[in-house]
């Protein structure tokens, strides 16, 4: 028996979203969600990396500073792979952007930015891979 093909292009992107803010959390699921996206929203780093979900995901979405294990523990964290990774943040420090740019991320946004740009850096981000 042939299996079916698969066709890729209709294949749903897998968003991880490590976020302690639940608001914010839930806004960017439903943003995402609509934009035919599948996401996941985890509020701590911890959480994310014990979960195992960056082996299954096309592009994680990470605030900078959480409690506990941070944003950019997240980018250097070995689990992640190769998956892009775009940071955001309320921040407005230049040497935190520096160092998450050091450690690869994919794009940095600061809060609050336009949905439009952050489905736009998502589309790329899991196009690059």
Sequence with gaps: MQSPSVNLEERRTIVSVVEDDAAMGAALRDLLN???????VFERGESFIRSGAASNCDVIITDIELAGFDGLQILG????GK???I???ALTDHFLERRAVD???FA???KPFDPAILLEHVRQAAASR
């Design 108 to 110: 940095f946004l600061r």
């Design 34 to 40: 609509s934009a035919g996206c599948e996401a996941i």
């Design 77 to 80: 964290a070995e689990a992640i």
């Design 103 to 105: 450690r690869g991320c």
């Design 83 to 85: 998956v892009p990774v």
């Design 87 to 89: 940071v955001i943040t």
